[in-house]
């Protein structure tokens, strides 16, 4: 399966972007449940729709401090979700009508030859539609959409129109031996640098391969050790004033990267450990299933003494507890030190991610499970493990059938993945397992 679709609500503040964001999230769609022990804004919803994966993002939430800044602001809301977004929704308010500024930004969407869907949100009485409703479409982006955040009419026509512009699922697939790398990470721990190590001293061919639907250019080549596409995260442009305050953003461009890469690269700076932000991009990693190095940079600038490399490990660790799978490699962007092992461990995580398990010896090792530790009891009722099955990989993803799901407790399932790990391997990327009471169906 390829990357998912990402849908950005943008739009004035006050038009009701947050609240279609939670009505479409909480009403309409599926939300995907979270990984337990990370938390994640609630800026995304991984969501479907007629069978669809997806995700949205809201832009709403961090709003400018004055007028004049509310264009500045727009344009930049919207820059960013022309940058990654495969359809963008423009919420408008239609108590207020068309503003100059709803203007200025469907004008930079139609510059851009964006996939737009216009909102006009507020529609709360059903029966005919208001007459200002007709006055959105001198925005020229076509049929508006009547929707009300408040009690959800319409918001099933808008994500069908979204869904219209979805990309085919055929053309989601791409050449199979080309490992997609995305290096993510916050501000100055030195992505580009990486990048631009790593494309001057590895390089056999380079190539800029523009993204399908996206501005991102993505730099292609090959070694020794293989062919792969490294993902721009977009961290190397320039910071405007408005930028600094909507730091949510960056983010978007991330999940983007994660969701398009087999194999992510979250850099980390030696000399500041991990910081909540880097907790906020480890975590997306994770949820997304993808496989991941975790990659401790300028790491020459550190003072050593016998211990510093345990010790540094030991507090990773501590910090990213969600992701005990995650290698952890340190090296120097600036001096290439321990650089061209990266390739190595890239191949080997992107494999691990990509195995699949004979039943047999799925079922041979819960047996073996079962029998080390018992399975837990609660008021009599003991937890029995009928059948374990492997259903996908990239993450790898199991299926368990026991009698009863409420005492399939976290524990119990962190002590089989661990029995998973510690038999197969499965490093450097997460594994999920799906739990079926007998008599559910195993489909997804």
């Given at each position: 399966?390829?990357?998912?679709s990402?849908?950005?609500?943008?739009?004035?503040?006050?038009?009701?972007?947050?609240?279609?964001?939670n009505?479409?999230?909480g009403?309409?769609?599926?939300?995907?449940e979270d990984?337990?022990?990370?938390?994640?804004?609630?800026?995304?919803?991984?969501?479907?729709?007629?069978?669809?994966?997806?995700?949205?993002?809201?832009?709403g939430?961090?709003?400018?401090?004055t007028?004049?800044?509310?264009?500045l602001?727009?344009?930049?809301?919207?820059?960013?979700a022309?940058?990654?977004?495969?359809?963008?929704?423009?919420v408008?308010?239609?108590?207020?009508?068309?503003?100059?500024?709803?203007?200025?930004?469907?004008?930079?969407?139609?510059?851009?030859k964006?996939?737009?869907?216009?909102a006009?949100?507020k529609?709360?009485?059903?029966?005919?539609?208001?007459?200002?409703?007709?006055?959105?479409?001198n925005l020229g982006?076509?049929?508006p959409?009547?929707?009300?955040?408040?009690?959800?009419?319409?918001?099933?026509?808008l994500?069908?129109?979204?869904?219209?512009f979805?990309?085919?699922?055929?053309?989601?697939a791409?050449?199979?031996?080309?490992v997609?790398?995305?290096?993510?990470?916050?501000?100055?721990?030195?992505?580009?640098?990486?990048v631009?190590?790593?494309?001057?001293?590895?390089?056999?061919?380079?190539?800029?391969v523009?993204?399908?639907?996206?501005?991102?250019?993505?730099?292609?080549?090959?070694?020794?050790?293989?062919?792969?596409?490294?993902?721009?995260?977009?961290?190397?442009?320039?910071?405007?004033?408005?930028?600094?305050?909507?730091?949510?953003?960056?983010?978007?461009?991330?999940l983007?990267?994660?969701?398009?890469?087999?194999?992510c690269?979250?850099?980390?700076?030696?000399?500041?450990?991990?910081t909540?932000q880097?907790?906020?991009v480890?975590?997306?990693v994770?949820?997304?299933?993808?496989?991941?190095?975790?990659?401790?940079?300028?790491?020459?600038?550190?003072?050593?003494?016998?211990?510093?490399?345990?010790?540094?490990?030991e507090?990773i660790r501590?910090?990213?507890?969600?992701?005990?799978?995650?290698p952890?490699?340190?090296?120097?962007?600036?001096?290439?030190?321990?650089?061209?092992?990266?390739?190595?461990?890239?191949?080997?995580?992107c494999?691990q991610s990509?195995?699949?398990?004979?039943?047999?010896?799925?079922?041979?090792?819960?047996?073996?499970?079962t029998a080390?530790?018992?399975?837990?009891?609660?008021?009599?009722r003991?937890l029995?493990?009928?059948?374990?099955?492997?259903?996908?990989v990239?993450p790898?993803?199991?299926?368990?059938?026991?009698?009863?799901?409420?005492?399939?407790?976290?524990?119990?399932q962190?002590?089989?993945e661990?029995?998973?790990?510690?038999?197969?391997g499965?490093?450097?990327?997460?594994?999920?397992?799906?739990?079926?009471?007998?008599?559910?169906?195993?489909?997804?």
């Amino acid at each position: 399966m390829g990357r998912k679709s990402l849908i950005a609500i943008v739009g004035r503040p006050n038009v009701g972007k947050s609240h279609l964001f939670n009505k479409l999230a909480g009403r309409r769609i599926s939300i995907v449940e979270d990984t337990p022990g990370v938390t994640r804004d609630r800026l995304y919803a991984d969501a479907e729709w007629r069978g669809r994966a997806f995700t949205m993002v809201d832009t709403g939430g961090i709003e400018p401090s004055t007028d004049n800044e509310m264009l500045l602001f727009m344009r930049e809301q919207a820059r960013i979700a022309i940058d990654t977004a495969d359809v963008i929704v423009l919420v408008t308010d239609v108590r207020t009508g068309v503003t100059a500024a709803d203007m200025d930004v469907a004008n930079m969407l139609l510059k851009a030859k964006k996939n737009v869907v216009l909102a006009v949100n507020k529609m709360d009485s059903t029966g005919p539609a208001d007459a200002d409703f007709y006055e959105f479409y001198n925005l020229g982006l076509g049929e508006p959409i009547a929707v009300s955040a408040v009690h959800g009419h319409g918001t099933g026509d808008l994500l069908d129109a979204c869904f219209a512009f979805f990309p085919p699922e055929e053309e989601e697939a791409e050449e199979d031996d080309v490992v997609k790398v995305a290096v993510v990470g916050r501000p100055n721990v030195g992505k580009s640098s990486l990048v631009n190590r790593i494309l001057r001293e590895e390089r056999v061919i380079v190539s800029d391969v523009a993204g399908t639907t996206r501005d991102a250019v993505d730099s292609f080549f090959e070694n020794d050790a293989g062919r792969y596409l490294f993902i721009d995260t977009a961290g190397l442009r320039k910071k405007s004033r408005v930028e600094d305050r909507v730091e949510k953003f960056s983010a978007m461009r991330s999940l983007d990267a994660i969701e398009r890469s087999d194999v992510c690269l979250v850099l980390l700076d030696a000399r500041e450990g991990v910081t909540e932000q880097d907790t906020k991009v480890a975590g997306m990693v994770h949820e997304s299933g993808k496989a991941c190095i975790l990659v401790v940079n300028k790491w020459d600038l550190v003072e050593k003494e016998t211990k510093t490399m345990d010790r540094q490990r030991e507090e990773i660790r501590k910090a990213l507890v969600f992701m005990p799978y995650a290698p952890i490699v340190f090296i120097s962007a600036l001096t290439g030190q321990r650089v061209p092992r990266l390739f190595e461990l890239i191949n080997y995580v992107c494999e691990q991610s990509a195995m699949r398990i004979a039943t047999g010896m799925l079922n041979s090792l819960l047996g073996d499970a079962t029998a080390r530790v018992q399975p837990p009891t609660d008021k009599g009722r003991r937890l029995k493990l009928y059948y374990m099955t492997q259903t996908g990989v990239k993450p790898p993803t199991f299926i368990i059938f026991c009698n009863d799901r409420e005492l399939f407790h976290f524990s119990y399932q962190r002590y089989i993945e661990n029995q998973l790990r510690s038999t197969f391997g499965l490093e450097g990327t997460p594994i999920r397992l799906i739990i079926r009471q007998r008599g559910e169906s195993a489909e997804l």
